[in-house]
T-cell receptor, first 116, second 115 residues
C-alpha cells in the first residue's frame, strides 16, 4: 500500500530563514510524489512533483524538493521564506488504480508559520 | 487557463434539505474528482469520473450522489446530510493520458455546514 508521512505538523520559522518540510513515503511500486500548498480558505495548488529522472525538483515560488529513494523521502525546501509562504503544505503520493486514473493520497499536512 | 471553478463558495443546509455543489473546468480534462476535507485534515477522495463515467467510489454514503453531465461539469447532489458531513468539498480535474503522473488542478472548494 502507498502512504506518506509528514513528520512535522507545525513548523514556525522567521522570515528570510531557510525551511525544510519533511515527507517520507512508502510504496512497493513506482512512485509519483507531489507537494501541494493550501493557503487559508483556498483550494490546493501544486508546488512541484517528482515523476522520474533528476532527483532534484524545482517548483514554483522558490521551492525545491529532493527525491531520495534509499531514505524513501521527498523533503521540501526553501532557502529563504517570506511571510506570504504561511500556509498548509501537503505531501502526496499518486496511487495507480490500474486503469488510467490516479488518486492522490495525502499526508496529514504541515502548517508553515512565517514570523516577521 | 488552469482554473477549476466551484459554486457556491459557502452553503448552509438543514438535514432534510436537498442541495447541489457544482464544479466546472475548461481545460479539456477528462478526469474529474470530488474530495472531502475536514478541518485540519488532508483531503480524502470521494469519487472519480473518467470520460464522464464514474470510475471510483470510495465507499461514500448514498446521501452523496455525483453526476457528470458533460466533460466540463461535475455535480455533487446532497440529500439528508448529517452534521458530521460539514467540511470543505474540493473538486479537481486532470488529464487522462498519463494517469497517476498527471497533475490534479483543484478548485477553491465549497465550505458546507450542515445544521
Amino acid at each position: 500500500a502507498q502512504s506518506v508521512t509528514q513528520l512535522d505538523s507545525q513548523v514556525p520559522v522567521f522570515e528570510e530563514a531557510p525551511v525544510e518540510l519533511r515527507c517520507n513515503y512508502s510504496s512497493s511500486v513506482s512512485v509519483y510524489l507531489f507537494w501541494y500548498v493550501q493557503y487559508p480558505n483556498q483550494g490546493l495548488q501544486l508546488l512541484l512533483k517528482y515523476l522520474s529522472g533528476s532527483t532534484l525538483v524545482k517548483g514554483i515560488n522558490g521551492f525545491e524538493a529532493e527525491f531520495n529513494k534509499s531514505q524513501t523521502s521527498f523533503h521540501l525546501r526553501k532557502p529563504s521564506v517570506h511571510i506570504s509562504d504561511t500556509a498548509e503544505y501537503f505531501c502526496a503520493v499518486s496511487k495507480n488504480y490500474g486503469g488510467s486514473q490516479g488518486n492522490l493520497i495525502f499526508g496529514k499536512g504541515t502548517k508553515l508559520s512565517v514570523k516577521p | 487557463d488552469t482554473e477549476v471553478t466551484q459554486t457556491p463558495k459557502h452553503l448552509v443546509m438543514g438535514m432534510t434539505n436537498k442541495k447541489s455543489l457544482k464544479c466546472e473546468q475548461h481545460m479539456g480534462h477528462r478526469a474529474m474528482y470530488w474530495y472531502k476535507q475536514k478541518a485540519k485534515k488532508p483531503p480524502e477522495l470521494m469519487f472519480v469520473y473518467s470520460y464522464e463515467k464514474l470510475s471510483i467510489n470510495e465507499s461514500v454514503p448514498s446521501r452523496f450522489s455525483p453526476e457528470c453531465p458533460n466533460s466540463s461539469l461535475l455535480n455533487l447532489h446532497l440529500h439528508a446530510l448529517q452534521p458530521e458531513d460539514s467540511a470543505l468539498y474540493l473538486c479537481a480535474s486532470s488529464q487522462e493520458r498519463k494517469g497517476p503522473r498527471e497533475t490534479q488542478y483543484f478548485g477553491p472548494g465549497t465550505r458546507l455546514l450542515v445544521l
